[in-house]
């Protein structure tokens, strides 16, 4: 058990008169930090690094990768674009408020790097039914883009439509990213897709004229359309934000969803489940295609359309790259430890549920050192302040216990810093010692909005000496932007 590790004694001597150490470092703006974009272009990126052109899939906007305007500058028709989601593509481009890119192939999807197709650099990411497992380091990006802001569209097909036959299909892949991620595999979304094949249906809207996918700027939202497709169930006891906008027939509620919307974090999340309905029947030569977008029974289009704007931000909020916009948000996931070592990289034992210490609230907490002996404990988070935020706040609640007597030296240090992507400390926010040790927890708030724009690591470093033990204890952690 961690707690018998640890020195058994707990001390709770209030020194009062002793305050922190807190450098003078300043935190600066980096002179690198992503510009504000202009409210009336939305940045869409289209994957096409996941098996999406496969067999006979085709979903790709333009052969020209990554720039779609390499092929046609300046496209009237569907036809200027090659690719089954070229009208997606040309509908977007002639609003002259989109700037569209694809990832090619042989590509990988990244967060907070310096690539041109590189997430931070878009509001929407665009996943037109992907074939093969997005990696560990792939999941984690998607997953902070939208934590801080970025839209995600995802598009699934039937269960088994395995077009690489690889023995993945998007129904497990696109599952797989919300159950098995470093950020929340906690449900985040608030739905699942089911492993399902309906051969055939016209699923209804459902009666919101305030809703602003189905009531859009591109028109209004009565039918879609299945042919080999699943849907999804909603569970809004995880993510209450969750909402079905389109059933099956004979389905409402929270099951037989066939399209949906949710949030997570400050972004914005739309599920469609069938790649058939963003199939304009036009492609690269050889594929076997099907005019879904233009099915005069459904209302694709403007649903594809609609919902793009919506993911992008229009209206009300930005995305997840550096948008010019803000959405009250707090950004920081498990930010109270009770989802055990999910989205936090700690060292060994330091998220804990050990009787040895109390957490705040809840179960869980982070307890750094307090061995009695040389240890160097760690605790950090990546997170990425959207750029129109102007409040930034940083807080956390601080309990500090300890063996030592001294009442003038720091023998014990937990250091709270800032670092860029590379690694490289931007700033020290404080220095605690075992001179702050104290009776029950004290919550510590920090000003980060000089980060706006920027892809930080917020970083805690616990040092205590060879002997005498001093106990840095965490709880309820909190990055509140505005």
């Not at 027939?249 to 949030?263: D, I």
């Not at 990289?345 to 307890?367: L, P």
Request: charged fraction near 10%; aromatic fraction near 8%.
């Amino acid at each position: 058990m961690l707690g018998s590790r640890r020195s058994p004694r707990r001390f709770t001597t209030a020194l009062a008169g002793f305050g922190l150490l807190v450098t003078g470092a300043a935190l600066q703006l980096g002179t690198g930090a992503a510009p504000a974009h202009a409210a009336t272009t939305h940045r869409i990126l289209f994957d096409n690094a996941h098996a999406e052109t496969a067999g006979n899939a085709d979903w790709i906007i333009s052969t020209s990768q990554p720039d779609p305007l390499g092929q046609d500058s300046s496209p009237s028709a569907e036809t200027d674009w090659t690719g089954a989601l070229s009208s997606w593509g040309v509908s977007l481009q002639k609003t002259g408020g989109y700037s569209l890119k694809t990832l090619p192939s042989g590509s990988s999807l990244s967060y907070g790097g310096s690539s041109t197709t590189d997430l931070s650099n878009f509001d929407t990411l665009v996943l037109p039914e992907p074939n093969t497992l997005f990696t560990t380091a792939e999941k984690t990006a998607i997953m902070n883009f939208v934590k801080n802001g970025g839209g995600l569209f995802m598009i699934s097909d039937h269960t088994g439509a395995d077009r690489n036959n690889d023995g993945q299909d998007a129904v497990e892949i696109l599952n797989d990213l919300m159950t098995n991620n470093s950020v929340d595999s906690t449900d985040p979304f608030g739905f699942s897709i089911d492993s399902l094949s309906i051969s055939s249906g016209y699923p209804a809207a459902i009666s919101d004229s305030t809703d602003p996918v189905l009531h859009g700027s591109f028109g209004t939202v009565t039918k879609s359309l299945i042919a080999s497709g699943t849907t999804a169930t909603l569970k809004p006891a995880d993510n209450s934000s969750v909402k079905g906008l389109l059933y099956r027939s004979g389905y409402s509620g929270n099951t037989g969803a066939f399209f949906l919307t949710s949030t997570f974090g400050s972004g914005r999340v739309a599920f469609w489940g069938d790649s058939s309905p963003i199939d304009d029947g036009t492609g690269q030569s050889g594929n076997t295609l099907y005019d879904g977008w233009n099915d005069s029974g459904a209302t694709n289009a403007a649903l594809a359309l609609n919902a793009t704007a919506w993911l992008a931000g229009s209206g009300s909020t930005g995305g997840g790259g550096g948008g010019s916009t803000c959405t009250v948000a707090q950004l920081l996931g498990n930010n109270g430890f009770e989802s055990g070592s999910t989205t936090w990289s700690a060292s060994s034992g330091v998220i804990t549920n050990s009787t040895g210490e109390s957490a705040r609230t809840g179960s869980y907490y982070a307890w750094l050192d307090g061995y009695g002996s040389a240890t160097t404990d760690t605790l950090s988070q990546p997170v990425t302040i959207p750029s129109g935020c102007t409040t930034a706040t940083l807080s956390f609640y601080l309990h500090v216990d300890t063996a030592e007597t001294s009442t003038s030296t720091a023998y014990d240090t937990l250091k709270v810093q800032v670092l860029n992507s590379s690694g490289t400390v931007l700033g020290t926010l404080a220095t605690y010692s075992n001179l702050n040790a104290a009776g029950g927890y004290t919550q510590r708030s920090f000003n980060l909005a000089s980060y706006a724009g920027q892809s930080i690591t917020l970083k805690f470093t616990g040092t205590e000496g060879s002997t005498l033990q001093t106990s840095f204890v965490l709880d309820d952690t909190a990055l509140n932007v505005s």
